[in-house]
């Protein structure tokens, strides 16, 4: 199998603009409201970038990690920063299959006699 | 870190570097600079007049930072004669130019330096030093520079990659963040970066690494907060800066190979409203020989400006308002996101 015979291409980022080829009316709204989500509003740009990696991390996407730790450390987030905004993104992700535990633990007592 | 020159690179050669530039830009496909200022009618490239006189008077430094676009170094031996600072002045002279901006390399190890900034002084022009700070704690030869400064009322631009320890030494060498913020502190003492002193000092930031600086006034809001909190350090204006992709920055780009992506980054977040500004339309750029350039960077590159006037002893200010700004895809730095200047970003 040749190198580039796999699924994600790191050149592929530049493209997500070109998703609209074949939907452009969908893919401006979707961009235009990415645009504004991103915005400094009640939240810093900078708070949404690093909510936006503890999100990548999440998701597993290996486009969006990419372009939000570039994008953290250009508005200028220390590295601290961004390990920390990923532990919460693990921490989430970690409680949240943890929490399900009381619907086997609430099973387990159901079955039990 | 010896200078590219001390080490025999190739990349200490401007035309290589250009070669690179023209290269890379070539096999991705990138638009030339020119073509760039063609789609949006702004070319040739005009100056707006002079403003600014930027005086580069050497390239010998106290430092010798990973990302330094004049490859300066304790290595370097250029600085600029006291013959050729009197030829500065003559033009300083001229009523239109407000601003004398004095730069290098360390301008203070210039052994002219003080003499040139109290001539400038006496003709009541605006004066701006890029200090890199270390300097003032470099020796009995230097410790009165903070007074000095305040004396002529020098407004001081200082480069500060970040407010924390590991990426500013990262970039700049062991050691320099903590000598940068005792500089910091001296200054503030006498009044500089303090509200209502008159006395002003200004913070560069620029990336520490392959990436763009992103908005300015985050970055002196945090730079504020932090530096105060932890140094109780004040300051004026925080200027973003992006790394200009020439001389030791290029080296790492290529070394890391990020050179590509770097550059493809610069292309795809050209910002047509950064152009209008650049620094070259209102500055005029001094070499240490007085050969005249466009810019800091074009000087670097050997590019020297167009045209009958190439040297400040032929300084003639209706000839050079006449030219046209010599650009290369180097030039693509400063129109990136919010644009880059001496002055901080653009848009
Ligand atoms: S970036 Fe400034 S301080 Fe650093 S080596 Fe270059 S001239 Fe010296
Ligand atoms: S690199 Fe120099 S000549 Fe090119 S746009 Fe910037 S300031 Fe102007």
Redo the contacts between chains.
């Keep these: 199998m040749s190198q580039n015979n796999t699924y994600y291409h790191p050149e592929d980022l530049k493209k997500f603009g070109n998703i609209g080829e074949f939907q452009p009316d969908l893919a401006k709204k979707f961009f235009d409201y990415y645009g504004s989500v991103f915005a400094d509003g009640a939240l810093s740009a900078k708070e949404k970038s690093l909510i936006a990696l503890a999100v990548a991390h999440v998701v597993q996407c290996p486009y969006c990690i990419d372009a939000y730790t570039t994008d953290t450390l250009e508005k200028g987030a220390t590295e601290e920063q961004l390990w920390e905004a990923i532990h919460v993104g693990a921490a989430i992700r970690g409680g949240a299959s943890l929490v399900h535990s009381v619907q086997a633990l609430n099973k387990v007592k159901e079955l039990g006699i | 870190m010896k200078s590219l020159l001390a080490r025999g690179s190739e990349l200490a050669s401007p035309k290589e570097q250009l070669r690179i530039l023209s290269e890379v830009s070539s096999r991705k496909g990138l638009p030339l600079f020119e073509e760039k200022l063609q789609e949006i009618g702004s070319f040739p490239l005009r100056p707006t007049g002079i403003d600014i006189l930027q005086v580069n008077v050497g390239k010998l430094c106290n430092q010798s930072c990973k990302h330094c676009h004049v490859d300066a170094a304790p290595d370097r031996k250029e600085v600029m004669s006291k013959e050729t600072m009197q030829e500065c002045l003559v033009a300083l002279a001229s009523p239109n130019i407000t601003t004398l901006d004095i730069t290098g390399g360390a301008p203070e190890m210039n052994p002219n330096f003080k003499w040139f900034v109290e001539e400038a002084s006496k003709l009541g022009k605006k004066i701006l030093v890029r200090c890199n700070l270390t300097i003032v704690l470099a020796g009995e030869k230097y410790r009165g520079l903070p007074e000095f400064f305040a004396k002529h009322r020098v407004e001081v631009i200082s480069s500060l990659p970040y407010f ?1 320890k ?1 990426r500013t030494d990262a970039q700049r060498g062991e050691g320099v963040f903590d000598r940068s913020v005792q500089a910091l502190q001296k200054l503030n003492e006498i009044g500089y970066g303090i509200p209502g002193s008159g006395l002003i000092l200004n913070l560069v ?1 620029n ?1 520490g ?1 392959a ?5 300015q006034s ?2 002196e809001s ?1 730079f504020k907060r932090e530096l105060k909190q932890h140094f109780g350090v004040e300051f004026n204006s925080l200027f973003a800066l992006t790394n200009m992709p020439i001389s030791r920055f290029l080296e790492f780009l290529l070394e890391s190979g990020n050179l590509d992506s770097y550059l ?1 980054k610069l292309v ?1 977040t050209f910002n047509p409203s950064a152009a209008a500004g650049v620094m070259c339309r209102n500055t005029l750029s001094v070499g240490w020989d007085g050969s005249l350039y466009d810019c800091d960077f074009n000087q670097m590159l050997d590019m020297q400006l167009e045209g009958e006037v190439t040297k400040i002893s032929d300084f003639n200010q209706a000839s050079l308002d006449a030219r046209a700004i010599r650009l290369e895809q180097h030039c693509y730095g400063c129109t990136a996101g919010a644009g880059s200047s001496c002055g901080g970003s653009l848009a």
């Design positions: 924390q590991r930031y990336p690494g990436f763009l600086p992103g908005g985050t970055l945090d493809e795809t």
